[in-house]
T-cell receptor, first 113, second 116 residues
Framework: AQSVTQLGSHVSVSEGALVLLRCNYS??????LFWYVQYPNQGLQLLLK??????LVKGINGFEAEFKKSETSFHLTKPSAHMSDAAEYFC???????????FGAGTRLTVKP | GAGVSQSPSNKVTEKGKDVELRCDPI?????LYWYRQSLGQGLEFLIY????????KSGLPSDRFSAERTGGSVSTLTIQRTQQEDSAVYLC??????????????FGQGTRLTVV
């Protein structure tokens, strides 16, 4: 089955600093990859997704992610963190060989003033 | 409704009781997922429904857990003889297309289950 590993359960950055959240996937066939965000006391919402159209994907709120097949990675970045970015971020993978969408354990992002 | 609706939003139950959690997916969405989110944990896949196909139950943690989807729309997750370790947030998501097509999953707000 496909799987996702998110390195770092907790990441802390200063406001204005680069945000880098790591995600590595495992899939036997070409994957579809997603980043979801969960703000405190809210449901999950889609940030961005990779569906093979372009390796660099831009999402909402200034986030982007790059699909690197050779590294089996789909890391999430944002050039300058805002206080409002504090949330939990989940990477997910689905593919045509499996019937579900698998999520990583999540990374909690804290933004310091 | 405009989004995925889950009820109740909170449920406190006594150990050993049965509970039913309900999910109303977005109209027209053929795929429906249930996940469990425990404190400090990621999303644990439970079950997947796609149209009229047999559900993928591979994620259900024990035979105390079951789910059904009536008429390809509303889904109910049932937990029998609840245990304290069942305490978690249960999330439902629906998608316009089957898993493995790149279709986005839309999530409900979840049901927070507390077993005392």
């Amino acid at each position: 089955a496909q799987s996702v590993t998110q390195l770092g359960s907790h990441v802390s950055v200063s406001e204005g600093a680069l945000v880098l959240l790591r995600c590595n996937y495992s899939s036997s066939v070409p994957p579809y990859l997603f980043w979801y965000v969960q703000y405190p006391n809210q449901g999950l919402q889609l940030l961005l997704k990779y569906t093979s159209a372009a390796t660099l994907v831009k999402g909402i709120n200034g986030f982007e992610a790059e699909f690197k097949k050779s590294e089996t990675s789909f890391h999430l970045t944002k050039p300058s963190a805002h206080m409002s970015d504090a949330a939990e971020y989940f990477c997910a993978v689905s593919d045509q060989a499996n019937n579900d969408m698998r999520f990583g354990a999540g990374t909690r992002l804290t933004v310091k003033p | 409704g405009a989004g995925v609706s889950q009820s109740p939003s909170n449920k406190v139950t006594e150990k050993g009781k049965d509970v039913e959690l309900r999910c109303d997916p977005i109209s027209g969405h053929t795929a429906l997922y249930w996940y469990r989110q425990s404190l400090g944990q990621g999303l644990e896949f439970l079950i997947y429904f796609q149209g009229n196909s047999a559900p993928d139950k591979s994620g259900l943690p024990s035979d105390r857990f079951s789910a059904e989807r009536t008429g390809g729309s509303v889904s109910t997750l049932t937990i029998q003889r609840t245990q304290q370790e069942d305490s978690a947030v249960y999330l439902c998501a629906s998608s316009l297309a089957r898993s493995g097509t790149g279709a986005e999953a839309f999530f409900g707000q979840g049901t927070r289950l507390t077993v005392v």
